[in-house]
């Protein structure tokens, strides 16, 4: 494995032409961006509103949120086509499926996350595992009317950020089986992680009564976790778990099992000890720039690659390490930032 360098984890920029000086907009006519949100508003939401204000872009945005059920989808996909906004903007993987659907060229079937809006732009944002989950067969040009921008870093990187705080062989990982990207990410972390001659203990999280998964599981979890000798417990992109993630980690430090975060909002709302992450207001801004190619610049959204957000932070909860006791390498601090809650 070759070492981790501050080159190989922050990539280097977003280009002045995408986030820091936009082109003069070709057309004044306003615009419609119908938004369908996973969750509510976010911190990535923040990054987009803020982009296009800045460009001056004369665009009115229609809000809905699934609230964490897919069981919402369907009124809300009758409402896109009733009103046919210029572009349908999508958040999270269950989303993105529920209405850009899968690439119909991946498709095992005719029920398979069929596309259910085809006739307008759609631009999805957080989709951890674009190709996985089938929403694109690569990264680049889809050559159909979605594009979009994924957060989650590389996973390879993430093997490599975890190896530069100190040596790993043995990680586990707490997750929500029934949330597709985080089933596809451990899916891809058990691989990587058998390539890399890393463990991986995988710990699902069950169903309680009513059919959602269980919070009073987590403790358990946690435990036998920690019983594995693991160096490292992984926070994945799952909302589930982000949810309850400082209970979480709470749980992990308590058997001074350490936590690793692949995403900002792990490191934001819990006491996991670092990450390697894509910030979510820049996820936010850089999906702004394909919006503002689509509406603005009159570009084909066929033709507008999926991209994985070009910059990266590699942050370290200081006060977690002192009270863990568990200190990252010198070389480290190289490139690394070091943080307070």
Same mark, same amino acid.
């Given at each position: 494995?070759?070492?981790?360098?501050?080159?190989?984890?922050?990539?280097?920029?977003?280009?002045?032409?995408?986030?820091?000086?936009?082109?003069?907009?070709?057309?004044?006519?306003?615009?419609?961006?119908?938004?369908?949100?996973?969750?509510?508003?976010?911190?990535?939401?923040?990054?987009?509103?803020?982009?296009?204000?800045?460009?001056?872009?004369?665009?009115?945005?229609?809000?809905?949120?699934?609230?964490?059920?897919?069981?919402?989808?369907?009124?809300?996909?009758?409402?896109?086509?009733?009103?046919?906004?210029?572009?349908?903007?999508?958040?999270?993987?269950?989303?993105?499926?529920?209405?850009?659907?899968?690439?119909?060229?991946?498709?095992?079937?005719?029920?398979?996350?069929?596309?259910?809006?085809?006739?307008?732009?759609?631009?999805?944002?957080?989709?951890?595992?674009?190709?996985?989950? $089938?929403?694109?067969?690569? /990264?680049? =040009? @889809?050559?159909?009317?979605?594009?979009? &921008?994924?957060?989650?870093? #590389?996973? %390879?990187?993430?093997?490599?950020?975890?190896?530069?705080?100190?040596?790993?062989?043995?990680?586990?990982?707490?997750?929500?089986?029934?949330?597709?990207?985080?089933?596809?990410?451990?899916?891809?972390?058990?691989?990587?992680?058998?390539?890399?001659?890393?463990?991986?203990?995988?710990?699902?999280?069950?169903?309680?009564?009513?059919?959602?998964?269980?919070?009073?599981?987590?403790?358990?979890?946690?435990?036998?976790?920690?019983?594995?000798?693991?160096?490292?417990?992984?926070?994945?992109?799952?909302?589930?778990?982000?949810?309850?993630?400082?209970?979480?980690?709470?749980?992990?430090?308590?058997?001074?099992?350490?936590?690793?975060?692949?995403?900002?909002?792990?490191?934001?709302?819990?006491?996991?000890?670092?990450?390697?992450?894509?910030?979510? $207001?820049?996820?936010?801004? /850089?999906? =702004? @720039?394909?919006?503002?190619?689509?509406? &603005?610049?009159?570009?084909? #959204?066929? %033709?507008?690659?999926?991209?994985?957000?070009?910059?990266?932070?590699?942050?370290?909860?200081?006060?977690?390490?002192?009270?863990?006791?568990?200190?990252?390498?010198?070389?480290?601090?190289?490139?690394?930032?070091?943080?307070?809650?």
């Amino acid at each position: 494995m070759h070492s981790l360098s501050r080159r190989s984890l922050l990539r280097g920029s977003l280009a002045a032409a995408a986030l820091g000086s936009p082109l003069p907009a070709l057309s004044e006519e306003r615009k419609t961006v119908f938004m369908v949100l996973w969750r509510g508003e976010t911190e990535v939401e923040q990054g987009f509103y803020s982009y296009l204000k800045q460009i001056e872009a004369p665009i009115d945005f229609v809000i809905r949120s699934l609230d964490r059920d897919t069981g919402r989808l369907k009124p809300i996909i009758d409402e896109i086509n009733a009103m046919k906004p210029d572009l349908v903007y999508t958040w999270g993987t269950s989303v993105t499926l529920g209405i850009a659907g899968r690439d119909p060229d991946l498709m095992d079937g005719p029920l398979d996350f069929p596309p259910r809006v085809t006739d307008r732009p759609i631009i999805f944002t957080m989709v951890s595992q674009p190709i996985r989950s $089938r929403v694109i067969k690569e /990264f680049g =040009a @889809t050559g159909r009317n979605v594009t979009g &921008v994924s957060h989650l870093v #590389p996973l %390879e990187t993430q093997f490599e950020a975890m190896q530069a705080y100190m040596p790993v062989d043995r990680i586990s990982v707490i997750y929500t089986p029934t949330e597709s990207n985080s089933a596809l990410a451990v899916e891809r972390l058990a691989e990587i992680g058998r390539r890399m001659n890393v463990r991986v203990d995988q710990f699902p999280v069950p169903n309680n009564q009513e059919g959602q998964p269980d919070p009073d599981a987590l403790a358990d979890l946690a435990a036998e976790a920690a019983a594995t000798g693991s160096q490292f417990l992984y926070l994945g992109p799952d909302s589930f778990i982000g949810q309850y993630a400082q209970h979480v980690t709470d749980l992990a430090n308590a058997h001074r099992l350490p936590s690793f975060a692949s995403v900002e909002r792990m490191l934001s709302a819990s006491d996991a000890l670092y990450g390697l992450v894509a910030p979510y $207001r820049k996820v936010g801004a /850089f999906t =702004a @720039t394909k919006v503002e190619r689509v509406l &603005v610049h009159g570009e084909d #959204p066929s %033709e507008i690659p999926v991209e994985v957000l070009p910059e990266f932070s590699y942050l370290i909860r200081s006060d977690v390490a002192r009270d863990l006791q568990i200190y990252p390498s010198l070389a480290l601090m190289d490139y690394a930032e070091t943080i307070e809650p």
